[in-house]
């Protein structure tokens, strides 16, 4: 099992700009997540999804969206790039049962300028 | 979710149990306490969690006291791999909730 990966490791935007990130995960979780981590701080949750069709916000949800149109796979959007964003992205997923202990991806680092 | 306290980093020798502290006081009675660790530049990694008894798994031991107002994580022959930041989170257990990561410890594991 590759567990969780995301896709692009890294990538450099320009202000304005829109991308998405992916997230898939081969362990048949039900819950899926978005994570940002700036420098020197935890992580803060952005969305999350318990189910294929399903999202919600997070902590800090502002300027991103998100769709969970496949079980195993989770996007993140932004459609118009700003410097606060820059940050490491993670993806997290957990099963439907027992400690409902997440497992996350290597993450996506972000620049944009 | 009950807030934690841990301290901000820890020295440990390689080959000896690294014992990682967390206070909880003000846990309830249905939140478990979760570790995880994040080794530098990496996803954060699942360790253990228990509820009011002892776990221990392949990675590490958790010690919990019986008033449930703290926890120790035991890691026990710490290898240089094992250095890292150490997250002691407690939550209810249900499948929508989110981590919340403090601050953590830094363990440095020196050979």
């Known amino acids: 099992n590759a567990g969780v990966t995301q896709t692009p490791k890294f990538r450099v935007l320009k202000t304005g700009q829109s991308m998405t990130l992916l997230c898939a995960q081969d362990?048949?979780?039900?819950?899926m997540y978005w994570y940002r981590q700036d420098p020197g701080m935890g992580l803060r949750l952005i969305h999350y999804?318990?189910?294929?069709?399903?999202?919600a916000k997070g902590e800090v949800p502002d300027g991103y969206n998100v769709s969970r149109l496949k079980k195993q796979n989770f996007l993140l959007g932004l459609e118009s790039a700003a410097p606060s964003q820059t940050s490491v992205y993670f993806c997290?997923?957990?099963?439907?049962?027992?400690?409902?202990?997440?497992?996350f991806g290597p993450g996506t680092r972000l620049t944009v300028t | 979710d009950a807030k934690t306290t841990q301290p901000t980093s820890m020295d440990c020798a390689e080959g000896r149990a690294a014992n990682l502290p967390c206070n909880h006081s003000?846990?309830?009675?249905?939140?478990?306490v979760y570790w995880y660790r994040q080794i530098h530049s990496q996803g954060p990694q699942y360790i253990i969690h228990g509820l009011k008894n002892n776990e221990t798994n392949e990675m590490a031991s958790l010690i919990i006291t019986e008033d449930r107002k703290s926890s120790t994580l035991i890691l026990p022959h710490a290898t240089l791999r094992d250095t890292a930041v150490y997250y002691c989170i407690v939550r209810v257990n249900n499948a929508g909730n989110m981590l919340t990561f403090g601050g953590g410890t830094r363990l440095m594991v020196k050979p």
């Open positions: 997290a997923s957990s099963p439907p049962l027992g400690g409902y202990e997440q497992y």
């Open positions: 362990m048949n979780h039900e819950y």
């Open positions: 003000t846990i309830s009675g249905n939140e478990y």
């Open positions: 999804s318990v189910g294929e069709g399903t999202t």
